[in-house]
């Protein structure tokens, strides 16, 4: 640790309070050098606060960098850029493209990882400080969405199935992916990619709640609901779309 110390009084909010939707905190003096050394409640509240460090699913380029193009040494910079706005942890974040493209940008993922890593046994073992969020892997958003709600995916999209799904599934640093739970094929695969240690959130297209997609994911270990709000529909007596369910 260096030998520079510092004081800051904030409020504390920790991720049980933020959890339970109380961002009240308890105020506070921090004593700390590259670490927070020791903290001594203080009555008077402050009008800073101290969070935990912010986890980004979902980044598909920042500071001038689009992922899916991107370098080893560019993936690093934006860690670094993005620690500094208090993100301590992110998903790199691909959409839809040739199956030849996840491939590349996973390697591309690999070697940055593994670059951070090789830094910070360094700054280790050199006492200095690693000032760089996180890559935790990749977030594939893609190649299983909806045709009839694209967005800005290009029409490339596919079912969740057959080579496609096993080429998806050997990508090494996969963490999460996005599908449409209506495809062919899509509950079958959500577990076999959880099985692999792949978190799955469903992405909704315009058949999601028709015939219960949607619901139906709940007993296939899908993690959870992204993109609700993606192009819906009118309200419809017959079919109301999802805001209101």
Known sequence: ???????????????????????????????????????????RPSA??????FIDLQVNGAFGVDVMSASATDLREISRR??????????????????DQFERTDRVIA?????????????????????????????????FVSPQRLGIHPPLNLLPEGEPLQRVMRLNTLRLITLAPELDGALAAIPSLVDKRIAAMT???????????????CPTRCRRCITVHRAPPGLHCRIPGRWPR
Do not use: K, N
């Not at 009240?24 to 670490?35: A, E, I, N, Y």
């Open 48 to 53: 800073e606060y101290v969070l935990p460090g």
């Open 203 to 217: 992405r909704q297209g315009p058949g999601s709640w028709r015939g219960g997609a949607c619901s139906r994911t």
């Open 82 to 99: 993005l620690v500094m706005e208090g993100t301590t942890a992110w998903l790199p974040t691909v959409i839809t493209a040739p199956l």
């Open 1 to 43: 640790m260096a030998s520079h110390r510092g004081l800051f009084g904030a409020r504390v909010v920790t991720t049980r309070r933020l959890l339970g939707l109380d961002p009240s905190g308890v105020s506070g003096l921090f004593t700390f050098g590259d670490r927070i050394v020791s903290f001594e409640p203080r009555r």
């Open 111 to 143: 070697e940055a990882m593994a670059a951070q890593e090789e830094g910070r046994q360094a700054a280790r073992a050199t006492g200095t400080r690693f000032a760089e969020s996180a890559i935790l892997g990749m977030h594939l958003e893609g190649p």
